[in-house]
């Protein structure tokens, strides 16, 4: 069911580091892309979002690069902060079906 | 503004039981979606329902089952639990499929 493959599986970054998550997708009828950080026991929490006829979205301290004839996408953590430390997933999604990156663990160390 | 709520936060279940999972999409949302998230991998999609209407199923077993009703919750049935049905339960709403979904707390179910 896996259609999304995410790296690195985990990510040790010094604060103020940039942190960079990538993701890779099969299907091109994808249309939407979503990444979300989890925290342990709580639900994911939607971080930013791109859809594929845009190159690069910025919020914040967070950017998504999209690469849709490489079929890839990656999140970029400017100035990563220990309470940035969570699971990151990426996600590709058609209209009724949202597959999940396996995610990353994401270390900020102070 | 309430977000998604699911209820019960954890359960614990043997072997052979029956389930059902609730979920409250937040206001205005009229799509929820069910994921299974097993320790250390990402949600697995279980089903969609927009409009009262299933719209999308994962690849589980018929053992699994979901309605919406006309107030937009849903409820997740799962029937002769196995234990491998143990995993965190996620609900997701979007005001429209293929839309931002925003993801609930989670229902922590363990079988034993």
């Known amino acids: 069911q896996q259609q999304v493959k995410q790296s690195p599986q985990s990510l040790i970054v010094q604060k103020g580091g940039i942190s960079i998550i990538n993701c890779a997708y099969e299907?091109?009828?994808?249309?939407?892309f979503p990444w979300y950080q989890q925290f342990p026991g709580k639900g994911p929490a939607l971080l930013i979002a791109?859809?594929?006829?845009?190159s690069e979205k910025k919020e914040g301290r967070f950017t998504i690069s999209f690469n849709k004839s490489a079929k890839q996408f990656s999140l970029h953590i400017m100035d990563s902060q220990p309470g940035d430390s969570a699971t990151y997933f990426c996600?590709?999604?058609?209209?009724?079906?949202?597959?999940f990156g396996a995610g990353t663990r994401l270390t900020v160390k102070p | 503004d309430a977000g998604v709520t699911q209820s019960p936060t954890h359960l614990i279940k043997t072997r052979g039981q029956h389930v059902t999972l609730r979920c409250s999409p937040i206001?205005?949302?009229?799509?929820v979606s069910w994921y299974q998230q097993v320790l250390g991998q990402g949600p697995q999609f279980i089903f969609q329902y927009y409009e009262k209407e299933e719209r999308g199923r994962g690849n589980f077993p018929d053992r699994f089952s979901a309605r919406q009703f006309p107030n937009y919750s849903s409820e997740l049935n799962v029937n002769a639990l196995l234990l491998g049905d143990s995993a965190l339960y996620l609900c997701?709403?979007?005001?429209?499929?293929?839309?931002?979904?925003?993801f609930g707390q989670g229902t922590r179910l363990t079988v034993v």
């Open positions: 206001s205005g949302h009229k799509s």
């Open positions: 791109i859809r594929p006829d845009v």
């Open positions: 299907n091109t009828a994808f249309d939407y």
């Open positions: 996600a590709a999604t058609l209209l009724h079906d949202m597959r």
């Open positions: 997701a709403s979007s005001p429209t499929p293929g839309f931002e979904a925003f």
